[in-house]
């Protein structure tokens, strides 16, 4: 599920709203040990959020982010494995150019905290969108 809300002719406020189910794994990693044969990831919700402000024709800044949660255990031979539901939120702020009509940069920062089983840092991305006619 997807949205914009139109807030003012120069100002918006999005989000994306994820549900993630994986599929069984009967190849996985070895640090389950040598008797685990299959796994399964955990269910997770995760959303994308972005609010940002026209300071010119070409430019806009705002503030960008993400959140996940996972909300069952991971399975090994079909078994929960407690204690490894994953937790993050990550807010920073982001920036768009348009370079011209068919040629936009993105960036973005990520600040993440309240990480729960997986590493905890800061994440940048830069991206080039280019329409080809």
Known sequence: MAG??????????????????????????????PTVVSTQAGQALHANFASEYSVTKELKLGVNGYWLQQ?????????????????VFA?????????????FLFFNA??????????????YTVRWVGHFN
Request: charged share 20%; no cysteine; glycine share 10%.
């Open 4 to 33: 914009t809300l139109f807030l003012a002719p120069d100002w918006t406020v999005s989000a994306r709203f994820h549900y993630l189910w994986n599929a069984s794994n009967d190849r996985p990693n070895i640090g389950f040990g």
């Open 71 to 87: 909300i069952s255990d991971t399975l090994a031979n079909g078994v929960a494995v407690p204690g490894r539901r994953e937790r």
């Open 110 to 123: 990520y600040y993440e905290f309240g990480a729960q089983n997986r590493p905890e840092g800061q994440r």
């Open 91 to 103: 807010p920073g702020p982001g920036a768009l150019l348009a370079l011209d009509k068919d040629n």
